[in-house]
């Protein structure tokens, strides 16, 4: 992986590993809202609201739209929707996965097999 | 380590498991590993992912009820070295036929009890051809709601791993 694209993704899973962030970007990318929707729809005040948003922000989860006086975020498609970007997260978790998986295969057949030496 | 272009991404693990015991986890046990086992394709819950054993196979889930659900197929198969797939799952991890994009996995005996795997994904511009299309999959509740959960869920798995 590039080392500027495992920055961004690292960044992005960073933003996302907050549960409060999690749920605010969940409702942002059903629709597009304002920090005061955001704020009436979770228990959590409105600078703090802003305050997520700002990190989602950075991280290029969402973007600021304004449409005459009114602000609101919506998903930002360009930063989050590399499915390449995805799919190669998708495989060091899976790798790392498989990992464990075939270590603790290996382990079980040779204490397996040890048993069976020794009878 | 792994190294990513625009049109593929690669990866390389070692593990401590004899060649013929990786080989058969990465390709018999699919659903003791895969990330997304809990997001699975079909609708029914996922009792195992199965990669039939010669070129020209399928590659399929098969749902607890019985159902199928298409991944892909199998390019080439040659156990305990190497095999490749073609996956066929679109932005929404749906099959979509006209999605052709390879995996090619290499397994190399490091020693008796140590196997080096090296994973290919290819051809992952099969994506980027229609981008309109692929943007309004993202933007469709079932294609961001799906990607958001698959976000939080591999992120809640790296998060587990470094705990």
């Given amino acids: ?119 | 380590m792994s190294t990513t272009t625009d049109r593929m991404v690669r990866k390389s693990v070692t593990v401590a498991a004899p060649l013929a015991v990786a080989f058969e986890v990465f390709t018999a046990q699919i659903e003791a590993w895969w990330p997304m086992a809990s997001h699975h394709i079909g609708q029914a819950d996922c009792a195992a992912v199965v990669i039939e054993p010669q070129a020209g196979g399928r590659w399929f889930e098969r749902g607890v009820d019985g159902s199928e659900c298409d991944w892909g197929r199998v390019l080439l198969w040659d156990a305990p070295n190497r095999v490749m797939l073609m996956w066929q799952l679109n932005a929404q991890f749906q099959f979509d036929r006209s999605i052709e994009t390879e995996v090619d996995v290499c397994f190399t005996a490091i020693d008796a009890r140590t196997t080096r795997v090296d994973l290919e994904h290819r051809c992952l511009d099969a994506y980027g051809a229609d981008a309109p299309a692929m943007r309004e999959a993202f933007n469709s509740p079932n294609g961001w709601n799906g990607m958001l959960e698959h976000f939080a869920q591999v992120a809640g798995t790296l998060a587990a791993a470094r705990a």
């Avoid at chain 1, 499915?83 to 079980?108: M, N």
């Fill in chain 1, 1 to 119: 992986m590039k080392a500027a694209l495992a920055q961004a993704s690292a960044r992005r899973f960073a933003a996302l590993g907050d549960p409060t962030r999690l749920q605010v970007f969940a409702l942002i990318s059903r629709a597009p809202l304002s920090v005061a929707e955001v704020a009436a729809q979770l228990p959590v005040s409105r600078p703090a609201v802003s305050q997520h948003l700002k990190v989602l922000a950075d991280a290029g989860l969402v973007q600021l739209e304004t449409i005459g006086t009114r602000n609101h975020y919506r998903p930002d498609t360009d930063g989050v929707a590399s499915l390449r970007d995805f799919i190669d997260s998708l495989w060091d978790v899976g790798l790392a996965r498989f990992k464990l998986q075939a270590e603790k295969v290996a382990r079980e057949r040779a204490a397996a097999q040890q048993r069976k030496e020794k009878r």
